[in-house]
């Protein structure tokens, strides 16, 4: 009788700890560098599978241009697959400036993707947050 005790016991405690599991949280933190102009504004998007991918961001972050390296976190994450996608607005429209498929403004991808030719999809620049903290690099090209 004992063992099926703790049997019962263990299969209990699996029940009650996965849903605790599926809940975990954490942030992103993002360093993007170089930029070589000091002007206009960065704008940094968070998708994760469910948004559309370069449409609605999960989250959205903007910050002026002062230095050559910028920092961001997205927090209280759901585990799960994410990717970041950033442009520096240099003529502040607020809309990133594409000649045919050529960008006319900085930009970066996680992963540190870069197309080579059309547009990238969340699978080319997913990553996963699988711990408390996720830190990731993206290069900003121009």
């Known amino acids: 009788m004992s063992m099926y005790k703790t049997v019962l016991v263990m299969l209990l405690i699996g029940i009650l700890a996965t849903p605790l599991l599926s809940e975990q949280k954490g942030t992103i933190n993002v360093t993007l560098k170089p930029f070589k102009k000091m002007q206009g504004t960065l704008f940094i998007c968070l998708y994760d599978p469910k948004e559309k991918f370069l449409g609605n961001p999960l989250q959205a ?3 002026p241009v002062t230095s050559n390296v910028i920092e961001v976190s997205f ?3 759901p585990y799960g697959d994410y990717a970041v996608t950033a442009y520096q607005d240099l003529n ?5 400036d594409i000649i045919l498929v050529f960008p006319q403004e ?3 991808l996680s992963e540190n993707f870069v197309p080579s030719i059309g547009t990238p ?8 947050l699988n711990s408390p903290e ?9």
Do not use: A, V, Y
């Open 61 to 63: 972050i903007q910050k």
């Open 75 to 77: 927090q209280n994450l």
């Open 92 to 96: 502040q429209n607020k809309k990133f």
């Open 106 to 108: 900085p930009w970066g």
């Open 121 to 128: 999809t969340f699978n080319d620049c997913k990553f996963p």
């Open 134 to 142: 996720k830190s990731i690099d993206i290069k900003i090209r121009d």
